[in-house]
């Protein structure tokens, strides 16, 4: 990840509470992610550990995009609520 923007040079990583910042968005970007497929397969009565076993392999497949985008809306939250 770079550490600055180029083009405005906002500073991407800022400070020790980033990264747990964004794991809180990851982890709620997940459920949001999950919570569709959940419901559905709920409402077709799939056995209940049939849904944990499929929603832990989209979280899995997707995960890596979840981190990315999660990174993404911490900045800007991070940035709208303390702007440097």
């Known amino acids: ?3 600055h923007c180029p083009r405005c040079g906002l500073l991407f990583s800022r400070g020790p509470g980033f990264v747990f910042g964004a794991m809180y968005f990851s982890y709620g ?3 949001l992610f999950a919570l569709p497929t959940a419901t559905v397969l709920v ?3 799939v056995a209940a ?3 944990g076993l499929i929603v832990a392999a989209q979280l899995a497949v997707c995960s890596p995009l979840l981190v990315r985008y999660s990174k993404i809306v911490w ?3 991070d940035e709208w609520f303390d702007p440097q």
Do not use: N
Request: net charge negative; aromatic share 20%; hydrophobic share 60%.
């Open 1 to 3: 990840m770079e550490t």
């Open 75 to 77: 900045l800007y939250f």
């Open 29 to 31: 970007l997940g459920i």
């Open 49 to 51: 550990a049939w849904i």
């Open 43 to 45: 409402m077709h009565q």
